[in-house]
Each structure stands twice: as C-alpha cells, then as structure tokens.
C-alpha cells in the first residue's frame, strides 16, 4: 500500500512553547503516536524512552483496559505524560561521536 504520514499540524515543542502540552488531549492513540516516534535504533536513549514504554503499558492494565483508542486518558496519568514529555523537550540534545580519533 502507499500509505503516506499525515503532514504535521502543529508546531514542533521546543522549551519556549511548552505551555502547549496544557491544553493537548491526551488519548491511547496520542500516546501511542508519542512513544513509537523516538528513533532509537542503537538502543542508547533506552533507558529514557523505555519510561514513555512503561507509561503506555500503564494504558492497558485492568483499570484502564476500558478505555477505548480516541477517549481522554485519566488526568492523573495525562499529567505524568506532559511531565515526561517537557523532561524530553528540557534535556539537551545527545550526541555521539562516530569514532574517536
């Protein structure tokens, strides 16, 4: 199939516009969306996105096996998403030499 990813419609955080995650709904599928975007394929940021991991798994124990993909997660968790997504936004970025010369 030629499925192609929708063009974003917002803009990208940075640390000046985190104020943005106060009104953003969060759902299974937002959440979901979130953890899967982080490209890691040498497995160096694992022990960061593998929190995001934790709090998706969050999403599909008993208590919150309910809700559905498009319904608002429960405050208490949107609130640990938005402040683990502005820690993300606050780190600086990583960067790692290729060869050491």
Do not use: H
Request: proline share 5%; aromatic share 10%.
């Amino acid at each position: 199939t030629n499925k192609r990813k929708k063009p974003r419609t917002q803009p990208q955080l940075t640390k000046e516009t985190l104020g943005l995650l106060d009104s953003a709904v969060f759902t299974r599928r937002v959440c979901l969306g979130i953890t899967n975007g982080f490209l890691d394929f040498l497995g160096i940021a694992c022990p960061f996105t593998l929190r995001f991991k934790l709090l998706m798994r969050q999403l599909f124990e008993a208590e919150y096996r309910q809700l559905s993909w498009e319904e608002k997660v429960p405050d208490d968790i949107a609130t640990t998403w938005k402040e683990l997504i502005a820690e993300a936004v606050k780190s600086e970025c990583i960067f790692f030499p290729r060869c050491v010369r």
